[in-house]
């Protein structure tokens, strides 16, 4: 099953906020730096994401986005389920008209339940759990931002 891009800049954006301890919160323009992802994308991602009720944001020079309680339980599942807004996986339709087999078709039913059990396999991985230090301390020095437990 492939990701859609703006599932991927969604997943990256919610590592990321996990990875700063939520300590303060984070400019929408310093993630897309930090995910190396242009600022429109991951303006619309967060906008999303603020909807499916996963981070928070305020407004003003000391707003920003920080994960919410959700947030910091979500699993990839969970959200890849949420985002993904494909009907189905396959093109059943064509310029020339629908596929023939289109009627009671076993093959759309089949990728249907893949999708589900790919989602399945991935419901018990929680996001906040999958950033480690050592990859996301120079994405956190980069920004400015101190890594969480570090000296003062």
Do not use: W
């Not at 009907?87 to 009671?104: F, R």
């Amino acid at each position: 099953m492939r990701m859609t891009a703006f599932e991927d800049v969604s997943l990256r954006a919610l590592m990321l906020l996990s990875s700063t301890g939520n300590t303060e919160p984070l400019a929408t323009r310093a993630i897309a730096d930090g995910v190396g992802t242009p600022y429109n994308h991951v303006s619309k991602a967060v906008l999303r994401l603020r909807e499916l009720g996963l981070v928070e944001s305020t407004r003003g020079r000391a707003g920003g986005v920080q994960l919410s309680d959700a947030g910091r339980r979500a699993t990839v599942g969970q959200v890849l389920r949420a985002l993904d807004t494909r009907e189905d996986l396959t093109e059943c339709e064509s310029a020339n008209g629908d596929c023939p087999l289109n009627l009671q078709c076993g093959l759309r039913s089949a990728l249907r339940e893949a999708r589900e059990a790919f989602y399945r396999a991935l419901d018990h991985v929680i996001i906040s759990s999958l950033p480690h230090r050592r990859q996301m301390e120079p994405v956190l020095l980069q920004l400015g931002l101190r890594p969480p437990g570090s000296a003062v």
